[in-house]
């Protein structure tokens, strides 16, 4: 059985100048991890018994950056599911996008990782080593862009 798991994509808007465009405000949060490869992620985890896909994707975003879902804006429309294996075995990652209501909060790392950066789309498909992530955050800001 394919391990699942769930997380967010999470951007903030900056304010953008009056020069620039909309899309160049737009700056995706990801993770690095503290094990591994160390690579770079958006918060996400497995699902815990009893728990529906959307909670744990809280959940997880509570626990790996410190933040409420009070603390964010779930945007409707979106939602991306991701299938690659891991260690031999499929896994299953399910993402919604959701914007930080003030772009100013702290974020607060647990022990799975150990730093954070706010990222451009371009600097964040670099962080993020691998293909169907680039693709997916390529997306979400081709989505974001078509609704200005």
Request: charged letters at 25%; glycine letters at 4%.
């Amino acid at each position: 059985m394919a391990v699942r798991a769930c997380g967010l994509i999470i951007y903030r808007r900056l304010q953008p100048a009056p020069s620039s465009k909309v899309a160049d405000s737009i700056e995706y949060l990801l993770l690095q991890t503290s094990y591994g490869t160390h690579h770079w992620t958006p918060p996400k985890g497995h699902v815990d018994p009893g728990e529906d896909d959307l909670q744990t994707a809280f959940r997880e975003t509570q626990e790996e950056a410190g933040l409420q879902a009070s603390q964010l804006t779930l945007i409707d429309g979106y939602k991306k599911e991701l299938h690659y294996p891991v260690s031999g075995k499929p896994k299953t990652v399910v993402y919604w996008l959701a914007e930080m209501k003030d772009c100013n909060t702290e974020i607060k790392l647990s022990e799975e990782h150990q730093a954070f950066q706010w990222l451009k789309l371009e600097d964040a498909c670099k962080f993020a080593e691998y293909e169907d992530m680039q693709a997916m955050l390529k997306e979400v800001h081709q989505f974001l862009c078509s609704r200005e």
